[in-house]
């Protein structure tokens, strides 16, 4: 099982800058594959950003030139970089990364606490 953590996240005024974490742990660990996800008051979890094993990232249309994903993978952490956040940034951000197909979390893979982002209008 892998155990993911996320933290950075904070209020922060429009405009400015967050870098939220994940730090995954467990037996054989890793974020070879890991993607970013946001959960807004009212609305459904959504993909920010994703990394596959072989390095290809992809970001939805709003992340697009904002935010960064990055990996390091000898920390086994995976980093979003989120520059000139916007009120409509405000969510919860999810850390997830796939589960093997034996593991009672195969279907939605495994996923951290969240951690809080807060943009004030």
């Known amino acids: 099982q892998v155990q993911l953590v996320e933290s950075g996240g904070g209020l922060v005024q429009a405009g400015g800058s967050l870098t939220l974490s994940c730090v995954a742990s467990g037996t054989d660990a890793t974020l070879d594959a890991a993607a970013w996800y946001r959960q807004a008051p009212g609305k459904q979890r959504e993909l920010v950003a994703a990394?596959?094993?072989?390095?290809?990232?992809i970001y939805e249309d709003y992340a697009e030139g904002r935010f960064t994903l990055s990996r390091d993978n000898a920390k086994k952490t995976l980093y979003l970089q989120m520059n000139d956040l916007k009120s409509d940034d405000t969510a919860v951000y999810y850390c997830?990364?796939?589960?093997?197909?034996?593991?009672?979390?195969?279907?939605?893979?495994?996923w951290g606490q969240g951690t809080q982002v807060t943009v004030p209008s």
């Open positions: 997830n990364t796939p589960a093997p197909y034996w593991s009672d979390y195969a279907d939605v893979g495994y």
């Open positions: 990394i596959s094993s072989d390095g290809n990232i």
